[in-house]
């Protein structure tokens, strides 16, 4: 599986982006698409999941009513919008994706064994 984010870039306080992670190569039915965050001197941190089947979304409370994860089956994409963002959001974002995820893990990067090329994201204040 390869996945390919796009979607970064420079925005002022309080403005909006959409992040996209697509999917290329086998897919399986019953797998998870994440993205994480690292910002400069600091460790990966989840943002946010959705199990493929069903669509249920999984939100960091940093981020939660701020962003939003949605899915294009068809395209096999995901899309994380991100509105009202913040200073603090300023980071390198990565999409992953795994299978069979035990629900209690999916907030692990370590869960994750398919990852996508970073994408910038920086707020401006």
């Known amino acids: 599986v390869q996945l390919q984010a796009s979607g970064g870039g420079l925005v002022q306080a309080g403005g909006s982006l959409r992040l996209s992670c697509a999917a290329f190569g086998r897919t399986f039915s019953n797998y998870y698409m994440g993205w994480f965050r690292q910002a400069s001197g600091k460790e990966r941190e989840f943002v946010a999941a959705?199990?493929?089947?069903?669509?249920?979304?999984y939100y960091a409370d940093a981020v939660k009513g701020r962003f939003t994860l949605s899915r294009d089956s068809a395209k096999v994409t995901v899309y994380l919008q991100m509105n009202s963002l913040k200073p603090e959001d300023t980071a390198v974002y990565y999409c992953?994706?795994?299978?069979?995820?035990?629900?209690?893990?999916?907030?692990?990067?370590?869960?994750?064994?398919?990852w996508g090329q970073g994408t910038q994201v920086t707020v401006s204040s």
């Open positions: 959705i199990r493929w089947i069903g669509g249920s979304t």
């Open positions: 992953a994706a795994d299978y069979n995820i035990i629900l209690s893990t999916v907030r692990r990067s370590s869960s994750y064994d398919y």
